[in-house]
């Protein structure tokens, strides 16, 4: 049974700094591609960032040089440590398995002005 758990998301000021975690279990977690997903109030969801099982990375051009995805195979994890927060960077961000579509719950960001 795949699991994804999300955690680190909270409440920060714009200009700060966040690091969120998704720990997989019942999946392979090194053979996969791993998204982070964000999905803000009243808007589509929308692709933040992408990691290769190679660890090759791809942003989205609203999160360059703010946001960075990383993963630990050896804890089956992957983080997105994002700074410079920005009030329009509120959403619900959400883990993903790109290859088997599976998502995890979701962790709420929200940035204060």
């Known amino acids: 049974q795949v699991q994804l758990v999300e955690s680190g998301g909270g409440l920060v000021q714009a200009g700060g700094s966040l690091r969120l975690s998704c720990t997989a279990s019942g999946i392979t977690f090194s053979i996969y591609a791993m998204d982070w997903y964000r999905q803000a109030p009243g808007k589509q969801r929308e692709l933040v960032t992408t990691?290769?099982?190679?660890?090759?990375?791809n942003y989205a051009d609203s999160v360059k040089g703010r946001f960075t995805i990383s993963r630990d195979n050896a804890k089956n994890t992957v983080y997105l440590q994002m700074n410079s927060l920005k009030p329009e960077d509120t959403a619900v961000y959400y883990c993903?398995?790109?290859?088997?579509?599976?998502w995890g719950q979701g962790t709420q960001v929200t940035v204060s002005s």
């Open positions: 993903h398995v790109k290859l088997i579509n599976y």
């Open positions: 990691i290769s099982s190679g660890g090759t990375t």
